[in-house]
């Protein structure tokens, strides 16, 4: 019984080892750390069509900095780099009716470009997000389900960039192996 219980504790012991040292694994935040550095400063340019998504494009962007890519957000004089976002017009469209006809839900679609500036070197991204939203039938889109819905949508194509971008730290993280 007690040299059983040796190699069971032996056993777990090693299993445990092994499931600590966690097989290489390295998260998507920390290839993109890699791509982007630990200080990121952002700009948008404003639309002149559509001036009021540019502060919800903005605070999008801001909480994916901190939040996805575990970054400071700092000053462009501090930062080691620097993101400048522009929104195209968002759209958006029917995509559901009810049995009269009627619209009961429609799909956002923004789309941003992004340009990263690192080391004096940039780089153009382009990404798309979608939100899918529903309403009541024959109601009018309200201002508030309009913004709501560019914010996710944008968070969305943020994740986009944010993929991206890990994608190249991935690569650069394998060749330099």
């Not at 920390?30 to 559509?50: C, H, L, P, Q, Y």
């Not at 923004?110 to 080391?119: A, D, G, Q, R, S």
């Amino acid at each position: 019984m007690n040299f059983f219980s040796t190699i069971r504790a032996f056993l777990l012991l090693s299993l445990l080892l092994v499931a600590i040292s966690g097989c290489g694994y390295k998260s998507s935040a920390k290839f993109s750390r890699e791509v982007m550095g630990d200080k990121i400063s952002t700009s948008v340019i404003i639309s002149a069509v559509d001036p009021q998504n540019t502060v919800v494009i903005k605070d999008a962007v801001d909480r994916a900095i901190i939040e996805v890519f575990q970054a400071s957000l700092v000053s462009k004089s501090e930062s080691q780099t620097h993101l400048v976002l522009k929104m195209g017009p968002p759209a958006y469209a029917p995509i559901v009716y009810d049995e009269n006809g009627y619209v009961i839900g429609y799909r956002m679609s923004v789309t941003l470009n992004i340009i990263k500036h690192t080391n004096g070197a940039s780089k153009s991204y382009n990404t798309r997000g979608f939100h899918d939203f529903s309403v009541a039938p024959n109601a009018i889109v309200t201002d508030q389900d309009r913004f709501e819905a560019i914010g996710s949508a944008a968070q969305r194509a943020i994740k986009s960039f944010v993929a991206q971008v890990s994608a190249e730290g991935a690569r650069a993280s394998k060749e330099s192996e």
